[in-house]
C-alpha cells in the first residue's frame, strides 16, 4: 500500500483510497472511498474515483488490500490489559510448574516492584486441576507481595504479604487460608495491589493497551471499569488519555449503582461490570441448578437481586443513563430480566427499549430470557471467545455445569434470530483482544446450533459496539458516516456461512453481499496495514 500526498494537507485531510476492496452496504463492489473532514465522504468504483483526485490531500494506492469499519470491543479493561501486555502473564502456563516458574523469573526480573502483578492462570486446564498454593507462592517470590488473577478475573491467588497489607481480610466473604480468593475479599486485594500501581505506570499501561488495539485494526473500546474493578483516577486518566492522544476512541462505563457519581466521572452509563454474579471458572457465577463439579448444592454468588436491577434501571432511565449488568449464570440472568420487567412497568416499556440498557456475557440464556431481551431492547454485549476457550463436552463448562447445560451457553444465532441487539468483545485481559478471531469464535461456536454468518460476527463487532452506546449512524462505511476504518493485506474475499444450518444472507456471490476473508478455522488471520479514526490514522505497520 502505498500514499502520495499533496502539499498543504488540511488539520484532518481529504483523502481518497482506491485500488482495493472497501467494504460498504453502499455499494457492494466498491474500490475507491473519499474521506473528509473525519467522515466517509464517498464510496464507489475505481473509474468513478478519477473525478476526485485532483481534489484530495492525499491518494491512498490500496494495491489490492481490503478496507473495513475499524473493530469496536464491546468490553474492555485497559489498565489491566496493558499491564497484561508488559507484566507476568501466566495465560501459557500448561502446569503449576510452569506457573511457578514464571513466577520466579518475573520476582527475580523486578527485585524493586512494591507489589508483583500477574495474570491469566487457569488451573482447570492443568493437569491436576489445582491452583497455585499460598505457600507455594510465598516460596517463589520470596516473600514478597504478589497478586495473580486467574484468567476470569474472578478470583486470584495471593501471597501472605499481600494479605497483610489488607486489614481483616480473613473476616470477608471468599477468604480462603490457602487457595485462591473469591468475592469481597478478591476485591480487595485486587484493590490493594492496583494502588501500589504509580500514576506513571497505570498511563503507561494504558497506553500499551490502546496501541495494541489500534495495531489490530480496533478503533474503539468500550472501557468498563467500576469501584470494584479499578479506581477512579484509573477511570477517569483513561478518558483523559483517550481525549488527548491520538489512538482509539474510549467510551467510559461506570459499574455503580451511584449514577450520578458515574456521570460525574465522564461515564455514558452506570453500567458494565456491574455485578449480578461472578464467573463460571471460579464457581461464582449464579446457577438455578448447583454446578457439576463443587460441593453438593453450591450455586455461585449473588450480588445484586431482582429488586436492586429494578431500582437502578429505573434511576438510569429517568436520568438518561443507560444501565447495564454483568450476568452469567442463568439465575443471575433471570434476576436482570426480571428487575427489568418491573422496571418497565414503573417508567413505561417504551422508555426502557429506548434507553438500550445493556447486559454483559449474558452466557446462560433460556429461550424465555432471550425473549425478554428482545422485548425490553437489551443489548447482549457478549464474547465468543469465551466458547473457544472454555466450550465443547471437554471443556471448562462442560467441567462446570455438565454437557448438557454447557451446549447451551451463548446462544448467539438464537439471540440475532429474536432481535437481540449483538455487540461484541473480548472481555480483555480475560481473552486477547482478537477482532478476526471472535468473529471466527461466533461463526465457528463449538456448538454447531449457535453459529451465526461470518457477515453477522462481522456486524456485531463493528456496527453493534457502535449501537451499543445509541448510536445507529457508524461502524459501517457509507457516506456522513464516521471515518472509523481499517486497511487489511488478505487472501481472497468470500460470502460465508460454516454450514447451511446457519441463519444467513445468501452466499451466491450474484446476492451483491459484500465478502469478507475466509475465516474457516486454521486459515490465515488478516494483517492490519493501518488504522484510522475520525479521519486521522492512530496506527501504520511496519512494512507500510
Known sequence: MSTTPTPAPAESPT???????????????????????????WVGSEGAADAFAEGVDEVVDLEGALVTPAFT?????????????????????????DALALVRAHAAARPTDRILLGHGWDAARWPDGEPLTRAELDEATGGRPLYLSRIDVHSAAVTTALLDLVPGIADRPGFTPDGPLTRDA?????????SAVTP???????????RHAASLGIGS???CGGPDISSEDDFTGLLRL??????PRVVGYWADLDIERARALGAVGAAGDLFVDGALGSHTACLHEPYADAAAGHTGTSYLDAHAVAAHVVACTEAGLQAG??????????????????????????????????????????????????????????????????GGEDGMYADRLGVERARALNPFAALLRAGVPLAFGSDSPVTPLDPWGTVRAAAFHRTPEHRVSVRAAFTAHTRGGWRAVGRDDAGILVPGAPADYAVWRTEELVVQAPDDRVARWSTDPRSGTPGLPDLTPGAQLPLCLRTVVGGRTVYVGPDE
Not at 476492496?21 to 474521506?35: C, K, L, N, Y
Not at 470491543?73 to 510448574?97: E, W
Not at 483517550?242 to 489512538?247: I, P, R
Request: net charge negative.
Open 15 to 41: 483523502v481518497l483510497l482506491r485500488g482495493g476492496d472497501v467494504h460498504s452496504p453502499a455499494d457492494p463492489f466498491a474500490t475507491a472511498m473519499v474521506v473528509e473532514r473525519g467522515h466517509v465522504a
Open 73 to 97: 470491543d464491546a468490553h474492555v479493561h485497559t489498565t489491566s490489559t496493558g499491564l497484561a501486555l508488559t507484566g507476568l502473564d501466566l495465560s501459557t502456563a500448561r502446569n503449576r510448574g
Open 186 to 194: 478478591h476485591h480487595a486485594v485486587r484493590a490493594a495491589a492496583h
Open 200 to 210: 506513571q505506570q497505570r498511563t503507561e499501561a494504558q497506553r500499551a493497551a490502546l
Open 221 to 223: 473500546v468500550h472501557e
Open 242 to 247: 483517550a481525549a488527548e492522544e491520538s489512538g
Open 325 to 390: 449488568f454483568h450476568a452469567i449464570g442463568d439465575a443471575a440472568v433471570t434476576a436482570v430480566v426480571d428487575g427489568v420487567r418491573a422496571a418497565a412497568e414503573k417508567v413505561g416499556l417504551g422508555r426502557v427499549r429506548a434507553a438500550r440498557h445493556r447486559v454483559e456475557h449474558a452466557e446462560m440464556l433460556s429461550p424465555e430470557t432471550i425473549a425478554s431481551f428482545a422485548e425490553f431492547g437489551l443489548t447482549a454485549s457478549v464474547q465468543p471467545a469465551f466458547d473457544a476457550l472454555w
